[in-house]
Structures are given as structure tokens and as C-alpha cells.
């Protein structure tokens, strides 16, 4: 997919100033970014079934790959690791993060029913502003909608 910058600009017509050294081949190197969300699993499929049905991912085609990627490719992949369920101590350990995604709130009932029916449960219902979600070992979603948020938090 190409993109007209041009279009893009609030001066239409006028191409934007773009900085060609951070398009250098290196110019990654000493400089962190976020390319990806790993998952520890001890069921790395019934993970992967209610992150795809959350997310609206698909998985990863390539052979021996658990990745799940965003198909418009706007989001970052998540990655799951396997995770013997005798390690006490990375058991232990999980679940000091969560997910926020925030959904059109016409779609956040579909996603809130997909994420359930793939093994999901709710474990706190603040609707209709937001619902966190388990997936079978734990790890959560907030499912939660753009809109009016602001306002319902802003009180009277």
C-alpha cells in the first residue's frame, strides 16, 4: 500500500519536511522501540483462540510460528511462549500487565461475545464503558469503548 504524503498533510499539495537520516538502514541501532507483546501460555492454542477472537487477529501462517498479527497490519503482533505449567516460580509471576483495546462501541458487544465464546470470563463488568477479560490462564483485556468514556468518568 503506498500513501500519497501529500494528501496526507494539512497543507495538501506541500510534501512535509521528512528527516531521510531516521530512514537510514541503521538507524534503528541504540534507539528501543516496540515491536511486539509475548504471551506466556501453558495452552498456547486456547490462548491463541481468544487473543485472535479479542483481538481480531489471525494467526501467523508461517510453519512453527504461534504469532497472531493485526491483518490491517496496524497493531503489533502478539507472540506466545510456551510455558511449562511446573514452573512454579514464572507462574507465580504472571499477570502484572494487561491490554487495553478500545473498540467502536456498535462493536464492543460482538468482541466482548467472541472473546467469551474463546474461552474468555469476565472478571470485572464496568459497562458500557469497559469489561476486563481473562483468557483461559489469566491474562487480561480491557475491552473498552472510544467515545463518551471521558465524559462518564468526569461525573456530575
Known sequence: MRCDLRQATPHPGVLPHVNTDALSP??????PRFVQ??????????ARRFWSATLG????????VTDIVDPRQLNMPLVFQDLDASDADRLAQRNRIHIDLF???????????????????????????????ADPEGNEVDLTISPGREEHWAGP
Not at 541503521?26 to 534507539?31: E, I
Not at 487477529?57 to 512453527?64: F, Q, T
Not at 463488568?125 to 477479560?133: E, F, G, K, L, Y
Open 26 to 31: 541503521t538507524s534503528w541501532l541504540g534507539t
Open 37 to 46: 507483546v509475548v504471551i506466556d501460555a501453558v495452552d498456547i492454542p486456547a
Open 57 to 64: 487477529y489471525e494467526e501467523d501462517p508461517r510453519e512453527g
Open 103 to 133: 473498540v467502536p462501541d456498535d462493536q464492543v458487544a460482538a468482541r466482548l461475545e467472541a472473546a467469551l465464546a474463546a474461552g474468555g470470563t469476565v472478571v470485572r463488568d464496568a459497562s458500557p464503558i469497559w469489561w476486563t477479560v
